[in-house]
């Protein structure tokens, strides 16, 4: 246990605002993006007395959809499994495939995971409570699992040409159930609540999800990564290990040697700035992968 | 790294059977419920060109695209714990009917192809085929004129047509079948959702619940009369009867004709 509690040193130094300055514009793009998506129609065209057509500011859910009724964007992990599975070539969804992987190649695969998807706030509030309770984790499984289920899921899709995934995926579940209603969805969402409560310390968005295992994949490169360019100043008060959601990604770039990079260079590494805004000494900034 | 110390043998394979155990009854079990997730319910009809149920929980990426887009908000995804693939869009005539917009706006920004967005003419659709599946019950197979089902049909006098037969029970009325003919039926289901029972009597199911196959060896001796023009055997031979001078036989028809008198009566 720390002898202070966690984030004391950072709200005493920086004031409350910026000691949690990254995670509240966290949530409100996670909030955001839910919001925009139930914002209805803009307008109305009336096309004949059928029916009149509707434009969306955006339209679908995070799975496909589409801005302004012309770009399309579509989640590439699922759009994987539909090729796996046997589908033809379809220009709507690899086109929306291609913006949406361009994009996350530039700012990091995982920020999918930390500003985009809902289930972050789910888990990361179990986290939350965890923490709160004092509760010690109790099943420790492999991070590495996670890429291990990547890879079940696409030989599942492409064995039964059906996507299994999409069955079972809580993620997309809640994604579509705040959208288009959750239905008996709650309990799912519930259970994954509890399983990071009690079970696994970010049990799912660490070591299980595999949409988190493939955006990493795509993360490996990303322009935008967090740096820890004040290491000297590290007081070792432990607070990034404790709020961080991967918190082996620190340890290279924080305690690296002279000569090794203060990048925080892993893939898995979700670019919350979680670490910035809990750091007293402010240690950690968001830079590009290339800066001094 | 923290653990990148060096495994011994012992431990990576009780790690990595752990790890192959634990997919393999995740693998198992999520394909087991695939199976069960594939095959729809016959009462839930998916939107109009859907590929074929197989093809289309490969290529439908979940989107609800087509939820949006309908018009008259017919369109579901299905829920956790509902008998439909997850995610899914889906609708039941009896609740809410497709009402065959000619625009088919909800096929029309289908990103992957799951639902045909070329598709151009709403009457080609075929979401299934609608069924007089109670005959007991039906209230023009018990000899009233309730027709509710052909009046509402979107295809009217074509997927419903209403066929006349003899009552045998009232011996001189007409029943006013209700027939459905699977070449021109879209699958809409506004026939089941306007069927006055408290349970409809004709019902959409899938092409492959509501139609039979005829053999391909089989060959329909009027249709074959039809193709050719003509008899396709040598016609038989009219038969003689041994009749009273005058008299003629009409073997289907009047029977003995007697021959007609001179000069009127």
């Not at chain 1, 595999?210 to 590290?234: I, T």
């Not at chain 2, 196959?213 to 055997?233: D, F, M």
Request: net charge positive.
């Amino acid at each position: 246990m720390p002898r202070v509690p966690i984030g004391r040193a950072a709200v005493e130094k920086k004031g409350w605002f910026r000691a949690n300055r990254w995670l509240l514009l966290r949530r409100t793009s996670q909030l955001l993006i839910i919001a925009l998506f139930l914002i209805g129609p803009l307008a109305f065209v009336e096309w004949s007395d059928d029916a009149e057509e509707k434009i969306w500011l955006i339209k679908g859910s995070l799975a496909s959809n589409v801005v302004l009724d012309t770009v399309p964007l579509s989640d590439p992990f699922i759009y994987l499994q539909t090729l796996l599975s046997g589908q033809a070539f379809e220009q709507t969804v690899l086109i929306g495939a291609l913006i949406v992987t361009l994009f996350y190649l530039l700012v990091g695969g995982r920020v999918y995971c930390s500003w985009v998807c809902p289930m972050n706030i789910v888990t990361d509030s179990a986290g939350w409570l965890r923490r709160k309770l004092g509760l010690k984790k109790k099943c420790e499984l492999s991070p590495n699992l996670r890429f291990w289920v990547l890879g079940l899921v696409m030989v599942m899709a492409l064995v039964a040409g059906n996507l299994l995934w999409e069955l079972v995926n809580p993620v997309t579940l809640l994604q579509r159930g705040l959208l288009y209603g959750m239905g008996a969805g709650w309990m799912v969402v519930a259970a994954l609540f509890l399983y990071d409560l009690l079970w696994s310390r970010n049990g799912w968005c660490g070591h299980l999800c595999p949409m988190g295992a493939f955006y990493s994949l795509l993360g490996r490169l990303s322009l935008v990564r967090v740096r820890a360019v004040d290491r000297e100043a590290c007081n070792d008060c432990m607070d990034c290990f404790v709020v961080c959601p991967e918190p082996q990604v620190i340890r290279p770039a924080l305690k690296g040697e002279d000569g090794v990079s203060p990048l925080i260079d892993e893939s898995l590494c979700t670019n919350c700035g979680r670490c910035i805004d809990i750091c007293g000494p402010e240690v950690f900034r968001f830079g590009g992968r290339f800066n001094k | 790294m923290s653990n990148k110390k060096r495994l011994d043998r012992r431990e990576f394979i009780t790690r990595s059977g752990k790890m192959v155990g634990g997919l393999a009854l995740l693998g198992g079990a999520i394909s087991g419920y695939g199976k069960q997730a594939a095959s729809m319910p016959a009462y839930a009809i998916r939107p109009p060109g859907a590929l074929p149920e197989e093809d289309f929980l490969g290529a439908c990426i979940r989107c609800g695209i087509c939820v949006k887009d309908c018009p008259y908000d017919i369109l579901h995804l299905a829920q956790w714990q509902e008998e439909v693939a997850l995610g899914t869009p889906y609708f039941i005539a009896r609740d809410i009917p497709c009402e065959m917009c000619e625009k088919i706006y909800c096929v029309r920004n289908c990103p992957t192809g799951a639902l045909d967005r070329l598709m151009e003419n709403i009457e080609k659709s075929r979401m299934g085929v609608a069924v007089l599946v109670d005959q007991e019950t039906c209230l023009n197979m018990l000899g009233l004129r309730c027709d509710i089902c052909y009046r509402v049909c979107p295809v009217l006098d074509k997927a419903i047509t209403l066929e006349r037969f003899h009552n045998p029970r009232t011996k001189s009325h007409t029943l006013f079948v209700p027939t459905v003919h699977s070449d021109s039926c879209t699958g809409c289901g506004k026939c089941e959702y306007a069927c006055p029972l408290p349970i409809a009597a004709i019902k959409v199911l899938p092409e492959s619940l509501a139609k039979g196959q005829a053999g391909e060896h089989y060959r329909l001796g009027w249709k074959e009369k039809e193709k050719r023009g003509g008899a396709l055997v040598t016609p038989d031979i009219e038969h003689q009867y041994n009749l009273p001078e005058g008299f003629q036989y009409d073997l289907l028809g009047e029977g003995l004709i007697a021959p007609q008198k001179q000069g009127g009566q």
